[in-house]
């Protein structure tokens, strides 16, 4: 995974996140994000900022805060 934290990346919110005000989106390279503070903008492009990321039996997660 080529991603580190404070990296900026845009990716579009496909689903609600299971947290309050979390959202799901993948990348081009199919690596799931999960985007707080984008919960209400599903079908929508954003910003995020990455702050980390979870090692997952399915394989990598990033973990990312939108930015406002």
Not at 10 to 30: A, K, N, W
Not at 44 to 49: G, H, L, N, Q, Y
Request: glycine content about 16%.
């Amino acid at each position: 995974m080529g991603y580190s934290p404070g990296d900026e990346i845009e990716v579009v919110v496909d689903r609600e996140g299971l947290g309050p005000d979390q959202g799901i989106g993948h990348l081009p390279d199919d690596t799931m994000v999960v985007i707080v503070g984008a919960g209400a903008k599903v079908g929508e492009s954003v910003r995020a900022t990455v702050i980390g990321f979870e090692q997952m039996r399915l394989g990598a997660s990033l973990l990312a805060n939108a930015k406002k």
